[in-house]
């Protein structure tokens, strides 16, 4: 079993920066691909970023391109997302996941989540 939990949520005005963190317990993340997922109010779930086991392949949605940056410390169990020109639009709890390869993540079937942390930006 692998237990995810986010921090670094918060409020920030547009145009403003946050750091997001995922940090793992009960197995090693160095195995696993791992990815950030957001779901804003009244829609759907949707990708962000992955990021191979070993760092070598980073995946974004278009939205996020150029604004978002995921990476990876390995020996501390630990993923980040890094969000930098935050919109409005990116305003969502932002989930972390991670499953045995980037593949999965595309397709959402991560096999283990965190519980979100709260982004709120403001215009």
């Known amino acids: 079993q692998v237990q995810l939990v986010e921090s670094g949520g918060g409020l920030v005005q547009a145009g403003g920066s946050l750091r997001l963190s995922c940090a793992a317990s009960?197995?090693?993340?160095?195995?696993?691909?791992m990815g950030w997922f957001r779901q804003a109010p009244g829609k759907e779930r949707e990708f962000v970023a992955a990021?191979?086991?070993?760092?070598?392949?980073?995946k974004y949605a278009d939205a996020v391109m150029g604004r978002f940056t995921i990476s990876r410390d390995n020996a501390k169990n630990t993923v980040y997302l890094q969000m930098n020109s935050l919109k409005p639009e990116d305003t969502a709890v932002y989930y972390c996941?991670?499953?045995?390869?980037?593949?999965?993540?595309?397709?959402?079937?991560?096999?283990?989540w965190g519980q979100g942390t709260q982004v709120s930006v403001s215009s």
């Open positions: 996941a991670a499953g045995l390869n980037t593949a999965l993540i595309l397709q959402r079937r991560a096999g283990y």
């Open positions: 009960g197995r090693t993340l160095s195995g696993y691909a």
């Open positions: 990021i191979s086991p070993s760092a070598t392949i980073e």
